[in-house]
């Protein structure tokens, strides 16, 4: 089993909607998590991290973490085209070093 | 922004062959990294490197893999011989202490091809 698990796999919103997907660990070492996105022919690109439970707004985007339940969430409001990428969320223990777990990612998809 | 640079962008070669991958990381960084990506899956830790020594390497990270930063020089990872397998996207990505609430600077990806 994946120590990483997103979902949905793929999702499709209108212009100005809200794009919302999920991420789920089933490793209680992992205590800082990471959404990144990457867009076709690129690498990842770091969005933002979240370490502690609750919400955490940049912008149009907000994620939400759960540490009880080792679920983490992001919400793209007003989403624009430029938004469509494949949106990877990674965790990474409390060691040195930074290895980051990556989930397959969630591919959105802005309609115009 | 900082930007990390690989290059090739694309590499093919015969199974058995030697092959080297090159990344130039973000000038100040000291950490370093190689993921792996096969299409349709997950990205993959293979290995960290700080201060001129491996760190931390993964299952992945099989005997036929090296790597190394000579002074001044590109972050290389190195196969040698390549096998089937080790086709996928090779991401190199840099970070400044490796602390683990950092962000990592990922490359474009160098797409390995073994045939």
């Known amino acids: 089993q994946q120590k990483v698990q997103q979902s949905p796999e793929s999702l499709s919103v209108p212009e100005g909607g809200m794009a919302s997907f999920n991420c789920t660990s089933s490793d209680r070492n992992f205590q800082y998590f990471w959404w990144y996105r990457q867009h076709s022919g690129e690498g990842p690109k770091a969005l933002m991290s979240i370490f502690s439970d609750g919400d955490k707004k940049e912008g149009r985007f907000t994620a939400h973490l759960n540490k009880a339940s080792l679920h983490v969430s992001l919400h793209i409001r007003d989403s624009q085209p430029s938004d469509s990428a494949l949106y990877f969320c990674?965790?990474?223990?409390?060691?040195?070093?930074?290895?980051?777990?990556f989930g397959i990612g969630t591919r959105v998809l802005v309609r115009p | 922004g900082p930007k990390v640079l690989q290059i090739p962008s694309h590499q093919i070669i015969d199974m058995g062959q030697m092959v080297t991958l090159n990344c130039d990381p973000v000038s100040n960084h000291l950490y370093f990294y190689w993921y792996k990506q096969i299409l349709g899956q997950q990205m993959e830790f293979l290995v960290n490197?700080?201060?001129?020594?491996?760190?931390?390497k993964s299952k992945l990270f099989k005997d036929q893999f090296s790597v190394e930063r000579p002074d001044g020089s590109y972050f290389t990872l190195k196969i040698q011989p390549t096998a089937l397998e080790d086709s996928a996207v090779y991401f190199c990505?840099?970070?400044?202490?490796?602390?683990?609430?950092?962000?990592?600077?990922f490359g474009h990806g160098t797409k390995l091809s073994v045939l």
């Open positions: 990674a965790a990474s223990t409390n060691s040195a070093g930074n290895k980051l777990t």
């Open positions: 990505a840099s970070s400044v202490t490796g602390g683990s609430n950092e962000r990592l600077f």
């Open positions: 490197f700080y201060n001129g020594k491996v760190m931390e």
